[in-house]
C-alpha cells in the first residue's frame, strides 16, 4: 500500500462550490504539505503543519483552508472554487531527520478542474 | 527572482551519454539540496539529496554542490530512454520555512 495517499485523485467542479481535498499517510511522519503545480511553474506550497497543532500559510495560501484532523490526515478545501484553481495538487510529508532535511514524500496527487 | 532556478529545457541527449542538469538557488542560507524526478502526471520521486560541498554519488547519478558559487548539479552516467522525466531541484533552510522547488529541467533521453 502506498504511503501517503490522496483522494479524489480526479475532480472535475464548477466554479463556486466548495470542494475538499483528502490525504492520508502511513509513514508516522508529523510534518504534512499541501503544494500546487501548475505547468512552467513548478511546486507552489499552500499551507503547511508540523504536528496536529501547528498549521502554517505557505506561499499562496489564499483561497484555501486546512484541517489536520490527526497527525496522519491532513484535508485542503477550497471554499467557492475558482477556474484558476485549476492545477496538480500534491499532498506531502517529511520526517526533519538528523540533519533537518525535511525531505518530502509525495502523494500520487488529485487532478483539480475548475470550469 | 525565483529562489531556485533551472532551465526549462528540453535537454536531449543520447542513449548512453552523461545529462547534466543545472540548478541555482538565492538563499545563502540554504542548508539541504534535493534532485526529485517526476515523470508525466506522476508525482515527485526524490533521487538524492546533498548538504555537503562536493560530490555525492549513488549508482549511476552524482550530485554536485558549490555553496560559494550557489549552483548544484546532478549528473546521469549511461543515460537511459527511462531517464526521460522531469528533473526538479529543491533547496531548503534549516528551518523548514524556507524549502523551494525549481520550476524544473525537461530531459529527453533519445534511443
Known amino acids: 500500500d502506498a504511503d501517503v495517499t490522496q483522494t479524489p485523485r480526479n475532480r472535475i467542479t464548477k466554479t463556486g462550490k466548495r470542494i475538499m481535498l483528502e490525504c492520508s499517510q502511513t509513514k508516522g511522519h508529523d510534518r504534512m504539505y499541501w503544494y500546487r503545480q501548475d505547468p512552467g511553474l513548478g511546486l507552489r506550497l499552500i499551507y503547511y503543519?508540523?504536528?496536529?497543532?501547528?498549521?502554517n500559510k505557505g506561499e499562496i495560501s489564499d483561497g484555501y483552508s486546512v484541517s489536520r484532523q490527526a497527525q496522519a490526515k491532513f484535508s485542503l478545501s477550497l471554499e467557492s472554487a475558482i477556474p484558476n484553481q485549476t492545477a496538480l495538487y500534491f499532498c506531502?510529508?517529511?520526517?526533519?531527520?538528523?540533519?533537518?532535511?525535511?525531505?518530502?514524500?509525495f502523494g500520487p496527487g488529485t487532478r483539480l478542474t475548475v470550469l | 527572482q525565483k529562489e531556485v532556478e533551472q532551465n526549462s529545457g528540453p535537454l536531449s541527449v543520447p542513449e548512453g551519454a552523461i545529462a547534466s542538469l543545472n540548478c541555482t538557488y538565492s538563499d545563502r542560507g540554504s542548508q539541504s539540496f534535493f534532485w526529485y524526478r517526476q515523470y508525466s502526471g506522476k508525482s515527485p520521486e526524490l533521487i538524492m539529496f546533498i548538504y555537503s560541498n562536493g560530490d555525492k554519488e549513488d549508482g549511476r547519478f552524482t550530485a554536485q554542490l558549490n555553496k560559494a558559487s550557489q549552483y548544484v548539479s546532478l549528473l546521469i552516467r549511461d543515460s537511459q530512454p527511462s531517464d526521460s522525466a522531469t528533473y526538479l531541484c529543491?533547496?531548503?533552510?534549516?528551518?523548514?520555512?524556507?524549502?523551494?522547488f525549481g520550476s524544473g529541467t525537461k530531459l529527453n533521453v533519445k534511443p
Open positions: 529543491a533547496v531548503n533552510a534549516y528551518n523548514f520555512n524556507k524549502f523551494y
Open positions: 503543519s508540523f504536528d496536529v497543532k501547528d498549521i
Open positions: 506531502a510529508t517529511s520526517d526533519p531527520g538528523a540533519r533537518n532535511t525535511d525531505t518530502q514524500y
